[in-house]
């Protein structure tokens, strides 16, 4: 099994890369998915929420209100550790899960957007890292995502920097160009990182 870890700044493109390598066969393990799945109404997750938060976190439609709880731990350290202490053994057991799951020679990548912040590199066989010009991130964010420039250079400048990303990465994938080169890119990526899975001894 190749453990592959996949980031990018908003905006790079990360989530077009991982669309790409999962189509090819990767199989790509989302952590900011799976934290939403754990949560869904009637999982244990949502009920664990509740019982801390009260049922002002709940949406008339019985779903959890992620502004409201949003509003409520981000404000305050303690409560944000209550609610990750609810979600992320529960997002550990579902990756766990997953990899007992995949074949040996499967190609695991993680899509982790703050793989740099939180010093991860360590953890994957293969760091990835998806790049692209400032510039380029702000002018995606606003034509696709509709957010305002300054909110957009605001974001950029929260995260890591490129150069503290591209200096952790094994593999580059540069997506300053068009779709067709970015594919072209991650196409001979994955052969890469098939090689390798199969290459790799079991275990």
């Not at 990750?84 to 074949?103: D, Q, S, T, W, Y």
């Amino acid at each position: 099994m190749l453990k592959v870890g996949l980031t990018g700044g908003i905006g790079s493109g990360k989530s077009e890369v991982s669309a790409r390598l999962a189509a090819h066969g990767a199989m790509v393990i989302d952590a900011d998915r799976i934290a939403r799945e754990v949560v869904e109404p009637g999982t244990p997750g949502l009920a664990a929420v509740v019982q801390e938060f009260g049922e002002q976190v709940l949406r008339p439609d019985g779903a959890l209100d992620r502004e409201r709880l949003g509003s409520i731990v981000f404000s305050d350290p303690d409560r944000l550790a209550a609610l990750n202490a609810i979600v992320h053994p529960l997002v550990g057991e579902r990756v766990a899960e997953l990899m007992e799951a995949a074949p040996e020679d499967a190609v695991v990548v993680y899509d982790v957007p703050l793989l740099a912040e939180n010093g991860l590199a360590g953890m994957y066989d293969v760091v990835v890292v998806v790049d692209a010009p400032v510039e380029t991130q702000v002018r995606r964010l606003v034509e696709h995502r509709g957010m305002a420039e300054e909110d957009a250079r605001a974001r950029i400048a929260a995260q890591a920097t490129r150069e503290q990303r591209l200096a952790l990465a094994h593999r580059v994938i540069d997506n300053s160009g068009s779709l067709e080169e970015l594919h072209a890119q991650v196409d001979a990526l994955w052969d890469e990182l098939a090689r390798r899975a199969h290459a790799a001894p079991a275990g």
